[in-house]
T-cell receptor, first 114, second 115 residues
């Protein structure tokens, strides 16, 4: 079965520092991949997606992610963290040719320190 | 409305009572999903509706859980004889048909507390 692993349930960075949130998937066929962000007391919002086009994907709020097939990874990065980036981030995979639903990772809570 | 709406936003209920949660998807979205998010956990898939097809109920944790959808609009998730372990945020999402079915738009969720 398809699975998604997010390394680190909590990540803490200083304002202005690099943000790196890790996501690895298990699949023999590259799936579609997504990052969602959840701000406190809100639903999830799509941050960016990979759907077999360019391997470097740019999303909203300055975030980007790179699909690396050899590493089965889709890590999320942002060069300079802002206080407003504090939220929980979920990686998700949509298995091509599989069931019609997303499989989510357990999430990584990002804290940004002043 | 512009987005997915859910009601109520918060629900506190006593153990053993039944609860009903509502989701209004974005107009035109034929796919609708329910998820459960327990404290500190990821999203747990519950059920998926797609148009007039039979729903995918593979994620429902027990027969106390059921969901209905009227056509391509409102959906209700019902939990009977609630237990404390049912306490969670219940999220609803909807998406367009076709290739964009994987781009899900989420509602704000219903926070259920079973005392």
């Amino acid at each position: 079965a398809q699975s998604v692993t997010q390394l680190g349930s909590h990540v803490s960075v200083s304002e202005g520092a690099l943000v790196l949130l890790r996501c690895n998937y298990s699949s023999s066929v590259p799936p579609y991949l997504f990052w969602y962000v959840q701000y406190p007391n809100q639903g999830l919002q799509l941050l960016l997606k990979y759907t077999s086009a360019a391997t470097l994907v740019k999303g909203i709020n300055g975030f980007e992610a790179e699909f690396k097939k050899s590493e089965t990874s889709f890590h999320l990065t942002k060069p300079s963290a802002h206080m407003s980036d504090a939220a929980e981030y979920f990686c998700a995979v949509y298995p091509q040719g599989g069931s019609e639903k997303l499989v989510f990772g357990k999430g990584t809570k990002l804290t940004v320190n002043p | 409305g512009a987005g997915v709406s859910q009601s109520p936003s918060n629900k506190v209920t006593e153990k053993g009572k039944d609860v009903e949660l509502r989701c209004d998807p974005i107009s035109g979205h034929t796919a609708l999903y329910w998820y459960r998010q327990r404290l500190g956990q990821g999203l747990e898939f519950l059920i998926y509706f797609q148009g007039n097809s039979a729903p995918d109920k593979s994620g429902l944790p027990s027969d106390r859980f059921s969901a209905e959808r009227t056509g391509e609009s409102v959906s209700t998730l019902t939990i009977q004889r609630t237990q404390q372990e049912d306490s969670a945020v219940y999220l609803c999402a909807s998406s367009f048909p076709g290739r964009r079915i994987y781009e899900q738009y989420f509602g704000p969720g219903t926070r259920l507390t079973v005392t």
